[in-house]
């Protein structure tokens, strides 16, 4: 399951994986994101708020994961990572080399910190 939350004022989409992301997770955040995205350019930034990274339910899940990345990645300025996942920590380092956001991880107590950060202009 993937719960997220957009903040219209400041563009930011936060998402948070609670269980294995569906293919239908990624539908609801497509719709999200495209309705934010028809009024505006780009989304200032995405925070993943993750414990750890739960995974895909199948391999449809992965493929939609996979296209909302593809889709969206240019309309997206920064991209924060909040967690102390040690799997986790590293996902800025290689998500650099697939989106066009700025990539950042921060620990679980600096979350305000990357609220922050998303906040700041690009």
């Not at 400041?10 to 239908?24: F, H, K, N, W």
């Not at 200032?44 to 990274?53: E, L, Q, R, W, Y």
């Not at 650099?96 to 921060?106: G, I, T």
């Amino acid at each position: 399951m993937l719960e997220h939350q957009l903040d219209e004022n400041d563009g930011i989409l936060i998402v948070r994986p609670s269980g294995a992301l569906t293919a239908e997770d990624f539908a609801k955040l497509t719709r999200v994101a495209d309705a934010y995205l028809a009024r505006n350019d780009a989304l200032a930034g995405v925070m993943i708020d993750a414990d750890a990274f739960p995974g895909w339910e199948n391999f449809a899940a992965l493929l939609s994961h996979l296209k909302f990345v593809r889709e969206h990645h240019r309309r997206v300025k920064k991209l924060a990572v909040v967690s102390d996942s040690a799997v986790l920590e590293i996902m800025p380092r290689i998500a650099a080399h697939f989106v066009n956001a700025e990539p950042r991880h921060f620990p679980t107590a600096a979350r305000a910190a990357a609220l922050d950060w998303l906040r700041q202009a690009a």
